[in-house]
């Protein structure tokens, strides 16, 4: 029996990767203005390929950091809130509220959104699938509906790396404070 490593899994073809993956081909007509696009699209999945992990660790790392250590130590407390923007950060995500809520406001906005256009994203809801998959797949925009979706799904990508200052951080912090009084 042969074991699927992922030099195999490497080396396929994007049509190979979309059928072990359950994409199919578009057989719509594309919009020419879309594909004028193409540029736009493959950048976008770029940056977030590069940069979605590292956006992640950066926003857990200030979720530990700024917004938990501080319910816990009352001397890195004195730290944080000698910081004007970081002592912000902390009140507002440890007592959810302020930024908080509106940056949980925005996530939830976008969510629905990306969940009411799931049919039109290129590569529909494929929740193991990373950008770089995208990429290799060329999983990219070929109408404005499409185009939309598309557009809200990156942005989707963005925005949700700042989930970590609410789960487990902010909501942890906010326990902990609640608990203290």
Same mark, same amino acid.
Request: proline share 6%.
């Given at each position: 029996?042969?074991?699927?490593?992922?030099a195999d899994f490497m080396a396929l073809s994007k049509e190979q990767l979309r059928k072990f993956h359950g994409i199919p081909e578009p057989t719509i007509p594309a919009d020419p203005a879309v594909l004028s696009?193409?540029?736009?699209?493959?950048?976008?999945?770029?940056?977030?390929?590069?940069? !979605?992990?590292?956006?992640? $660790?950066?926003?857990? @790392?200030?979720? %530990? =950091? #700024?917004?938990? +250590?501080?319910?816990? *130590?009352?001397?890195?407390?004195?730290?944080?809130?000698?910081?004007?923007?970081?002592?912000?950060?902390?009140?507002?995500?440890? !007592?959810?509220?302020?930024? $908080?809520?509106?940056? @949980?406001?925005? %996530? =939830? #906005?976008?969510? +629905?959104?990306?969940? *009411?256009?799931?049919?039109?994203?290129?590569?529909?809801?494929?929740?193991?699938?990373?950008?770089?998959?995208?990429?290799?797949?060329?999983?990219?925009?070929?109408?404005?509906?499409?185009?939309?979706?598309?557009? #809200?799904?990156?942005?989707?990508?963005?925005?949700?790396?700042?989930?970590?200052?609410?789960?487990?951080?902010?909501?942890?912090?906010?326990?902990?404070?609640?608990?203290?009084?």
């Amino acid at each position: 029996m042969h074991e699927f490593d992922k030099a195999d899994f490497m080396a396929l073809s994007k049509e190979q990767l979309r059928k072990f993956h359950g994409i199919p081909e578009p057989t719509i007509p594309a919009d020419p203005a879309v594909l004028s696009r193409r540029k736009s699209h493959e950048a976008a999945a770029m940056l977030l390929a590069k940069w !979605s992990s590292r956006l992640q $660790a950066f926003f857990a @790392l200030v979720g %530990l =950091i #700024v917004v938990l +250590l501080p319910t816990i *130590s009352r001397p890195w407390r004195t730290v944080i809130d000698s910081v004007p923007g970081v002592t912000r950060v902390f009140h507002d995500f440890s !007592s959810l509220s302020g930024w $908080a809520m509106a940056n @949980l406001s925005i %996530l =939830i #906005v976008i969510f +629905l959104m990306r969940s *009411s256009l799931t049919k039109y994203i290129p590569q529909g809801y494929s929740p193991g699938l990373t950008y770089r998959d995208v990429a290799d797949m060329e999983l990219y925009p070929r109408t404005k509906k499409e185009e939309l979706g598309y557009w #809200v799904e990156v942005a989707f990508g963005l925005t949700a790396t700042t989930l970590w200052l609410f789960l487990p951080f902010g909501v942890i912090a906010y326990f902990i404070r609640l608990g203290s009084g």
